[in-house]
């Protein structure tokens, strides 16, 4: 047997580019068009393409809640799906959760505000999603102790163990019913 | 991540004609299972096959008293539906049980069904095992296996295979519920009872379910009975919430007075599909509900259970929480 024999048989067809895909976003109350691959994670998207680097990667596995954000006032973990799939949809993320006040200024989301009086954060690097589940779970409208709140962020892992400060932060803005005893 | 074509389907016919025409395609509902296991290289689909866009996002009476989940209800809106809340309470507090919010917003109903195990090798392409790799040997049975089967893991030749668990909440509470599947196909439509849609190892761990290849999971039938008066969904696990069950029992009881006219049972995280023994739960029958009797079901409910080491805990574990679980359903104490 030669070598040339031996060698694994040439590929019937060159690797080819992959097909780009046009992917219609509203980021942030912005239509947004994007020539993607298929395998872009939203999370990808927001952060290399749209560069909205204020959503953050932790895990890219669905087991920390870093990259949660809002599809059509939804929470999500954008790690785990992808752009494509969001064609269509109106994503809001950390950078679009402020509001106008009645000077028509910029003010922050009660929420947000309510992290900086409860210094609910230490590095920072979970505040993004904690923020963006917390007004999700508002929309939700399950809370009805601040135990719900503590079961319904639990998708939101803080690695520096700011748990405590982060519910009061949430709890000043919904006054639930205190914990039965 | 490898690379693959993308496909968005626009109707049933539309997506199972397109899984038909390419045999290594796989369909996508909310992403949560396969794009976590496409980024670890274990699923290599060369296409996906969006179905987010079929008409399979409602729940709907059935004309037998039951209701129907559609194959693409998110988790959330199942869990949270008034109907489903009222009438089956059990798998409402199942899905609640389980992921997290987040996840539960994404996470479909059929998608559910089909998530795989979270067996730590078989995500681990350098190590040995038999699902993800017929024949290569199973890793857990000599390694790490906290988290693995107890119960079902013998195969016909003798040697146990694979002793993965199947990782769902909600499936527990639909096997104690005796939900049916609905499945198209290429070869049309048919009904899949609960009991017989996982399957367990035996010599082929690498099928974990009966659905045919290229069939699509349409909705799933709940039966009238919910059981919503007693009933229980106990989860136990390493943390409080956001963790796959170590052992979780689906209990429900059908009573008069003191007596039990019906129970079922269901067990998850013990093997490779929810565990249920009908015959056990026929020894319930007539009796009152005391502690006594249902710590000898729960001994039988066990009956064969093996453990390898690092999951023995598993047996006394179960035992105590079905005790329990029946306890709660039963509002003993
Ligand atoms: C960090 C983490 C924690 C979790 N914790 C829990 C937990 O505690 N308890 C629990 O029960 N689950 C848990 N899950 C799993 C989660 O519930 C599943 O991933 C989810 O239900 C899968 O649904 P999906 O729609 O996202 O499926 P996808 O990821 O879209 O699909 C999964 C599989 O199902 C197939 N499929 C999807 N829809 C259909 C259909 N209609 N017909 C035929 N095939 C179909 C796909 O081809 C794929 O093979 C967790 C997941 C993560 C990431
Ligand atoms: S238990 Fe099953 S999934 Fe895990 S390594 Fe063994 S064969 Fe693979
Ligand atoms: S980065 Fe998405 S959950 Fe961790
Ligand atoms: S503040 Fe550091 S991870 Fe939460």
Redesign the pocket.
Known sequence: MTLTEKAAPPMKQPPSLPAMHTVKLTVNGTETELQLAPWTSL?DALREYMHLTGTK???????????TVLVNGKRI????TLAIMQDGNEITTIEGLSQKDADGKDGLHPIQQAFMDHDAFQCGYCTPGQICSAVGMMNEGHVKTADDIRELMSGNICRCGAYTNIVDAIQSVMNPQPDAA | MNSFAYTRADGVTHAVAERADESTAAFIAGGTNLIDLMKENVARPTRLIDINRLPLTTITDTENGGLRLGALVTNADTAYDDKVAKNYPLLAEAILAGASAQLRNMATDGGNLMQRTRCYYFYDLATPCNKREPGSGCSAINGYNRIHAILGTGSPTGDVQCIATHPSDMCVALAALEATVQVTGPDGDRTIPFAEFHRLPGDTPQIDNTLEAGELITAIDLPANGFSKNYAYLKLRDRASYAFALVSVAAALEMEGETIVDARIALGGVAHKPWRRPEVEAMLHGKSASNDVFQTVADAMLDGAQGYGHNTFKLELAKRAIVRALAQAAKLN
């Open positions: 999370l990667k932790g895990c890219d596995h669905g087991q920390c809640g870093a990259c973990n954008a790690c785990l």
